[in-house]
């Protein structure tokens, strides 16, 4: 247990729902990070955040892609009418010199 | 651009011989290396990275790994394979002046035979 936590852990939804993902990083940790993987892939960097301030997004971030850290906390992974491709792990991790990963949400969509 | 390879899909090796998981890596200058570990439905977790000092770096669950500059390499080591080592590995590369975020090869599976 990396003290990255994701929920939710599994996700299926049908296309062109909504989904939301939720991350809540190790406290002391002001960066947070979002990556993206695929089956028989490496996660791929989706965007990033120094608190609250999202300082890079991927080009893999879509403009159905939102996510957000109010408070420099907590961060939200929004992704609208959900397609297909978009199945995958999503994961999370915070950083202080070296990244810890969060145990990721599987999303599913039908 | 920055990248890794990974060039074998897979590694099998006999419980208690050595292992060897290739990486080499393509960076603008000094990059930062690491190596991650993950089992099956779990996220990644650290092994180990390197910055700078020792080119020889000791990690987690007996592994290590040796950077080599001339040949851009990063192979992840470890003198006597256990078959719970069975897993996916992961290089990674970080270049502190194209911001933070990091990049990851494809993944190696390792297989520990019994």
């Known amino acids: 247990d990396t003290g990255v936590s994701q929920n939710p852990r599994h996700k299926i939804t049908k296309r062109g729902q909504n989904v939301t993902f939720r991350c809540d990083p190790i406290s002391e940790h002001n960066r947070l990070y979002w990556y993206r993987q695929t089956l028989g892939q490496g996660p791929e960097f989706l965007t990033y955040f120094q608190n609250e301030a999202q300082l890079e997004k991927s080009r893999l971030l879509s403009d159905r892609f939102s996510a957000e850290r109010p408070k420099g906390s907590f961060s939200t992974l929004e992704i609208q009418r959900t397609e297909q491709g978009d199945s995958a792990m999503y994961l999370c991790?915070?950083?202080?010199?070296?990244?810890?990963f969060g145990p990721g949400t599987r999303l599913t969509v039908l | 651009a920055q990248s890794v390879a990974q060039p074998e899909d897979q590694v099998n090796v006999a419980e208690g011989n050595p292992l060897t998981v290739k990486c080499t890596y393509s960076v603008s200058g000094n990059p930062y290396l690491f190596w991650y570990v993950q089992y099956p439905n779990r996220g990644l977790q650290f092994l180990l990275k390197y910055i700078t000092g020792d080119n020889l770096v000791k990690g987690s669950y007996g592994f290590e790994a040796e950077f080599n500059k001339s040949q851009t390499s990063f192979h992840l080591k470890k003198p006597s394979a256990l078959v719970s080592d069975s897993a996916l590995y992961f290089c990674a590369v970080r270049s502190p002046s194209r911001g933070d975020k990091i990049i990851f090869g494809k993944g190696t599976r390792l297989h520990i035979l019994p």
């Open positions: 991790a915070t950083n202080e010199g070296t990244q810890y």
